[in-house]
């Protein structure tokens, strides 16, 4: 049992399906619909500058996912630069409280587009859809990658269909008598909306934990990451400029569901449907790309001891993380019984999808903060992939990151939850570092870290060897 190692058969398009699986989901869509409410079509300049923030982002995380391919992922990137207690926290903070608000919530938004297409109660879609993606997940991984990169590419291809139907100007309504104004609000008000744009990439790195699962992790992750967000960006940029010329920016952007309201005034029903099933893909893919990614961190945690050895356990012949992958459904399940118990009534749940963005970025400071670290620590260790520009990249994500946290921050009850929850995740992470006798803050040598990742991975011995000697 404890020679089991995850098994490599994901390849490039399982990579990109399980980068962007995550960033096209429901709440993303409605950011995309509003901002060009709000903006016109100049948004799509706000689009285009989150669209580099991000990708100085991605860089650092496709720097350490290529030079420390471990399934723990940030936790992993952290030991060795700064110590263990934040290297759980990175992980707990940035997607254990993220599942346990946004997995629900998407899986319902989902639900509820099924219900308008088909009569069928959400949450009896909601339970048929998470016990199918349980099932695939729990077969194994390579059974995740095909279905994953299926639904991902259709649900791309369907948004980039319908925003190029509406762009060049056939769609089956009429457009508007008069064209929007490009930018309806002053430019300072634009970059205001810096902010929500940044939503329609952010979650990206989702592919990383697959990284012992992943062929050719060093250069598999990157591309996927940087091909991920700019096919994500073409796609925003269509669908967005299509719709402006068939519904009013001010109805764009005060509805709760802009982009089926501007499919349907492109498309009719036609595009109704066409969006339901594009909500109904989103709330599919952010799902299983949680129950594929999250009890991979979790597991890479366990293996180097930072979190309970139940976590560590794989399915002698799926070779599966079934522990972890039991766990998100259990997180899943908290949104779900909350809103089923409320009619669907998800108010205080979308306040805590803030506090846990709050927390995400955080771990994405972390994680820029441990490129910077280990290029001084480690200045030979070998990196099949490196910051082009570097340090700026990570200088320009750090300061974008810690603006956004102050914009959510704006809000007391979002900064007042999120101060509660963070000192609770430090309370659990110290006692369980102190009772099983580890350290704090005294950093993992890199060696060691390899040594971990080695011993459970499939890595080929050309690449651990190179890593290994290149110290």
């Keep these: ?136 997940n729990l077969l194994g991984v390579s059974v995740f990658g095909k279905v994953q990169s299926v639904l991902a590419i259709s649900m791309m291809a369907l948004l980039g269909i319908v925003g ?22 002053t430019w300072k008000e634009q970059m205001g909306t810096l902010g929500i744009a940044i939503w329609l990439y952010i979650g990206m790195e989702f592919v990383a934990p697959l990284a012992e699962e992943i062929k050719n992790p060093g250069r598999n992750i990157p591309l996927a990451m940087l091909f991920g967000c700019f096919t994500i960006w073409l796609v925003d940029l269509l669908f967005g400029l299509g719709v402006t010329k068939y519904i009013a920016l001010d109805e764009l952007a005060a509805s709760t569901i802009p982009h089926v309201d501007g499919a349907a005034a492109m498309l009719g029903n036609t595009g109704l449907v066409l969006m339901g099933i594009v909500s109904i893909i989103a709330a599919i893919t952010t799902c299983d790309t949680y129950l594929a990614a999250v009890p991979r961190m979790l597991y890479g945690l366990a293996k180097e001891g930072l979190l309970p050895k139940a976590f560590a356990y794989l399915h002698p012949k799926t070779r599966t993380p079934w522990v972890g992958i039991f766990t998100v459904i ?123 990742i080695q011993k459970r991975s499939e890595l080929d011995e050309a690449y651990t060897s190179e890593s290994t000697n290149s110290k």
């Design 1 to 136: 049992m404890g020679d089991l190692k995850l098994n490599r058969t994901l390849g490039f398009w399982a990579a990109y399906s399980a980068s962007v699986g995550l960033v096209v989901s429901g709440t993303a869509m409605v950011v995309l619909g509003n901002g060009y409410g709000i903006g016109g079509p100049a948004f799509s300049i706000i689009a285009l500058i989150s669209l580099f923030i991000i990708l100085s982002v991605a860089l650092s995380y496709s720097e350490m996912a290529a030079m420390i391919p471990g399934a723990g992922m940030v936790g992993e990137y952290t030991l060795p630069a700064l110590g263990k207690l934040p290297a759980i926290f990175a992980v707990l903070a940035g997607y254990i409280v993220l599942v346990g608000t946004d997995g629900g919530t998407n899986m319902i938004v989902g639900g509820q587009s099924f219900e308008t297409l088909t009569g069928v109660p959400w949450y009896i879609a909601v339970i048929v859809i998470l016990i199918f993606l349980s099932a695939i």
């Design 330 to 452: 259990g997180l899943t399940m908290i949104v779900l019984v909350y809103a089923f118990a409320n009619n669907a009534n998800i108010d205080f749940v979308t306040t805590m999808i803030s506090v846990a963005c709050s927390t995400w970025l955080m771990s994405y400071i972390i994680t820029q903060v441990d490129v910077l670290i280990l290029r001084k620590k480690y200045p030979n260790a070998h990196r099949p992939f490196k910051t082009p520009l570097y340090p700026l990249p990570q200088i320009v994500g750090i300061v974008a990151c810690v603006y956004m946290i102050y914009t959510l921050y704006v809000d007391f009850t979002v900064l007042k939850i999120s101060a509660i929850v963070i000192a609770i995740l430090i309370a659990l992470s110290i006692a369980y570092l102190k009772g099983t006798g580890q350290k704090l803050f005294q950093p993992v040598p890199l060696e060691k870290v390899f040594e971990g």
């Design 164 to 185: 190029l139907l509406g762009l060049l100007g056939i769609g089956t309504q009429e457009q508007l008598a008069t064209a929007p104004p490009f930018s309806p609000i």
